[in-house]
């Protein structure tokens, strides 16, 4: 009754779905309603759709909310939020929140009749690593500095991204399945197809606009190369490309392909680099371990260390200790 009460009082303003947003958060944290969560009828129809496999450590929660107005809305909920969930006693989890409607991009406003998708998807750093078993790490730097700790909290626009975007959640809303096996594998089939398309559109922002010839502005040499110095002072801490592009007076695009024609390589590929090789000379220090020089530069678990030095060095970090030791 609290719930309901709560929300009969919104008005219709951006504040209004603000307070919406940290209902379902509430209710999501707390756990308790198992139901799908209720608006007034003057409000508009909420459905909530999960997939919850605790033992594997995938969560899923997408809330589908039409409203018979249109409604503004903050241009912060028009991003994809990239955070880590910690846990006692538990290796930080990655979550990845954003709202979505098509035709939100334009105006920043929620036009009524139309689904509003709310997205929350929780992944356990156990279910990533099952994943990576032959240590080939290779998530985007954006999510890797969430689970490292480093960026607990990043925003990304997914204006590009609508049309895939549109596409995984209705196909996650309008499953007819009933609760059980199968439903569960069709959920989580379409959950890492979504990640598939995230993590590509990562990995791949930072090359593509690489691959034509790309003539750096002689004024912004120096920015440049003040980008490079930054990074290799704060190798525990990078800065995201955003605070990066930024601190240097470059937008990102041109920061991006700048550095690529200018170096040779992606901002995120001279990060792990220059930490492996800052990481085979403290391997090979007396009384070194593994765990300790993968904290060192900034890596909240030793797996995450593990796999990028295997994945630049071809070895395991343990090889270069016993053949030091040997």
Same mark, same amino acid.
């Given at each position: 009754?609290?719930?309901?009460?709560?929300?009969?009082?919104?008005?219709?303003?951006?504040?209004?779905?603000?307070?919406?947003?940290?209902? *379902?958060? &509430?209710?999501?944290?707390?756990?308790?309603?198992?139901?799908?969560?209720?608006? +007034?009828? $003057?409000?508009?129809?909420?459905?909530?759709?999960?997939?919850?496999?605790?033992?594997?450590?995938?969560?899923?929660?997408?809330?589908?909310?039409?409203?018979?107005?249109?409604? +503004?809305?903050? =241009? /912060? %909920?028009? &991003?994809?939020?990239?955070?880590?969930?910690?846990? +006692?006693?538990?290796?930080?989890?990655? %979550?990845?929140?954003?709202?979505?409607?098509?035709?939100?991009?334009?105006?920043?406003?929620?036009?009524?009749?139309?689904?509003?998708?709310?997205? !929350?998807?929780?992944?356990?750093?156990?279910?990533?690593?099952?994943?990576?078993?032959?240590?080939?790490?290779?998530?985007?730097?954006?999510?890797? &500095?969430?689970?490292?700790?480093?960026? +607990?909290?990043?925003?990304?626009?997914?204006?590009?991204?609508?049309?895939?975007?549109?596409?995984?959640?209705?196909?996650?809303?309008?499953?007819?399945?009933?609760?059980?096996?199968?439903?569960?594998?069709?959920?989580?089939?379409?959950?890492?197809?979504?990640?598939?398309?995230?993590? !590509?559109?990562?990995?791949?922002?930072?090359?593509?606009?690489?691959?034509?010839?790309?003539?750096?502005?002689?004024?912004?040499?120096?920015?440049? !190369?003040?980008?490079?110095? @930054?990074?290799?002072?704060?190798?525990?801490?990078?800065?995201?490309? /955003?605070?990066?592009?930024?601190?240097?007076?470059?937008?990102?695009?041109?920061?991006?392909?700048?550095?690529?024609?200018?170096? $040779?390589?992606?901002?995120?590929?001279? @990060?792990?680099?220059?930490?492996?090789?800052?990481?085979?000379?403290?391997?090979?220090?007396?009384?070194?371990? *593994?765990?300790?020089?993968?904290?060192?530069?900034?890596?909240?678990?030793?797996?995450?260390?593990?796999?990028?030095?295997?994945?630049?060095?071809?070895?395991?970090?343990? =090889?270069?200790?016993?053949?030091?030791?040997?």
């Amino acid at each position: 009754m609290e719930a309901t009460t709560r929300l009969n009082t919104f008005k219709p303003t951006t504040e209004h779905f603000d307070r919406l947003l940290d209902l *379902v958060n &509430q209710l999501n944290a707390t756990g308790q309603f198992e139901q799908e969560l209720s608006l +007034p009828h $003057h409000i508009g129809t909420a459905r909530k759709h999960e997939l919850n496999q605790t033992t594997k450590g995938l969560a899923l929660t997408l809330y589908e909310f039409t409203f018979n107005y249109d409604l +503004p809305i903050d =241009e /912060s %909920h028009l &991003q994809l939020k990239i955070a880590a969930r910690q846990e +006692p006693n538990q290796l930080p989890a990655l %979550h990845l929140q954003f709202c979505f409607q098509s035709h939100a991009f334009k105006n920043l406003v929620l036009q009524k009749g139309e689904a509003v998708y709310a997205f !929350q998807l929780t992944l356990g750093h156990n279910y990533l690593i099952a994943f990576t078993e032959d240590l080939k790490y290779e998530l985007p730097l954006e999510m890797e &500095q969430a689970l490292n700790l480093t960026v +607990p909290v990043s925003l990304h626009s997914i204006e590009n991204l609508s049309g895939k975007l549109q596409l995984y959640c209705k196909q996650l809303a309008s499953t007819k399945l009933a609760s059980g096996i199968r439903k569960n594998i069709y959920l989580e089939s379409k959950v890492l197809g979504l990640l598939n398309f995230l993590f !590509q559109h990562f990995n791949e922002s930072n090359t593509a606009v690489s691959n034509n010839k790309f003539k750096i502005k002689a004024a912004d040499l120096p920015k440049l !190369q003040e980008a490079k110095s @930054i990074l290799l002072q704060q190798l525990r801490e990078p800065l995201t490309i /955003s605070e990066l592009a930024r601190k240097v007076g470059l937008n990102e695009n041109y920061l991006k392909r700048g550095f690529k024609e200018l170096f $040779h390589t992606t901002i995120h590929e001279f @990060i792990q680099v220059e930490r492996v090789e800052n990481a085979k000379i403290l391997l090979q220090q007396k009384g070194a371990s *593994v765990s300790q020089v993968g904290y060192e530069l900034g890596f909240s678990c030793v797996s995450h260390f593990s796999a990028s030095f295997k994945k630049i060095t071809g070895i395991n970090p343990s =090889e270069l200790i016993s053949s030091v030791t040997e």
